[in-house]
């Protein structure tokens, strides 16, 4: 079964044809993350008129890439939420035409549900294997901090969430007091990889046996250093460090808990801020179960993830669907 994914949920438009849900045809990628570094942020409006610019065009380029027509196609994979309103809109807008016009199923895909399943995707045909069943998932993304319990495709039951700023948001503000660019996970990496282990001593928000993560109070705490109210500002790159540290530290050790009291059989990291290397080598290092971590490629948003999702959601096709852009994960 071929499904054309589409997503246009933040400021990547981008469209993928997977096969049977892990064998990626093609997948096309127009990011706006050089436009959006002049704001240091991503801007909904100027998000939005640039999806509606590229949309039609990407779509083209991946067809054109897996040399498919659209005949060929069985169905067609669009992220309703959540995300940004306006951009959601555009996707899923040309995705309702789309699959009207070509006679194709339509299928409404959760943003945060997608990430997991860049986890599925195999490298080659003769990749066969599969994350077994149950598995604990922890979405760390931009906007989204959530970790998940799955029992099956589809069965999904939301363990913990951040309670302020998601681990990938508190990285761009960070990154953003510290002069550095957006989006602000690579740049803080960047500075802080020549640290082995920072001289600076950042707060950890572990909330009790809770799984829940909080990341405000260690976004101030370096709002502090940063103005020198306790004394000289450290260097730039040892506070980096630290905070990286910082948000590495409670991800790990709260992923790694939460994975043996619900006797999860492996672990799924993805989103954005999956594709840190600390971060997958720190949790890999103290989880007792194995570790799936999607290629860089495929942890920041991307068409592929969508349509191998769409493929374990056919059975929910239909025409009565609309953007949500809160939408949980579970």
């Known amino acids: 079964m071929k ?9 990547e438009t981008a469209a993928a044809i997977v096969e049977d849900g892990r064998y990626v045809l093609a997948s096309v990628i127009a990011s706006q993350a050089e436009l959006h570094n002049r ?11 640039q999806h509606l610019e590229a949309m039609l065009p990407v779509i083209d ?11 060929e196609l069985d169905a067609i994979a669009v992220t309703s939420g959540p995300g940004l309103v306006g951009a959601l809109l555009v996707g899923v807008n040309v995705a309702k035409a789309l699959a009207y016009a070509k006679g194709l199923p339509l299928i409404a895909v959760n943003h945060l549900e997608a990430h997991l399943y860049a986890n599925w ?3 080659k045909r003769t990749d066969t294997t599969t994350p077994e069943f149950p598995l604990l998932g922890l979405v760390v993304s931009g906007g989204h901090t959530d970790m998940v319990l799955m029992a099956g495709h589809g069965q999904i039951k939301r363990l913990g969430r951040t309670r302020d700023d998601a681990a990938g948001e508190a990285f761009d503000k960070v990154a953003r007091l510290l002069g550095l660019g957006f989006p602000g996970g690579p740049e803080i990496e960047r500075v802080a990889a020549g ?11 572990w909330l009790g046996g809770s799984d829940d993560v909080s990341f405000s109070g260690l976004k101030t705490a370096v709002l502090h250093l940063v103005r020198g109210e306790k004394g000289p500002p450290p260097p730039i790159e040892q506070t980096a460090a630290a905070f990286q540290e910082a ?15 619900e006797g999860a059989r492996a672990i799924l990291l993805s989103g954005g801020v999956a594709a840190n290397g600390v971060l997958r080598r720190v949790l890999a290092e103290r989880a007792n179960v194995p570790l799936h971590v999607p290629p860089p490629i495929l942890c920041t948003d991307n068409g592929v993830m969508v349509a191998a999702c769409g493929f374990y959601r056919t059975r929910h096709a239909g025409w009565d669907l609309d953007v949500s852009p809160n939408l949980p994960v579970a």
């Open 195 to 205: 640290v082995e282990h920072s001289s600076v001593r950042l707060p950890r928000a």
């Open 61 to 71: 380029a991946t067809l054109a890439e897996a040399s498919c027509r659209w005949q």
């Open 3 to 11: 499904i054309l994914g589409i997503e246009t949920s933040c400021d």
């Open 121 to 123: 995707i195999g490298e």
């Open 39 to 49: 704001y240091g942020g991503v801007v909904p409006e100027v998000a939005s008129r």
């Open 247 to 261: 948000v590495v530290d409670v991800l790990a050790t709260k992923a790694a808990r939460a994975a043996e009291r």
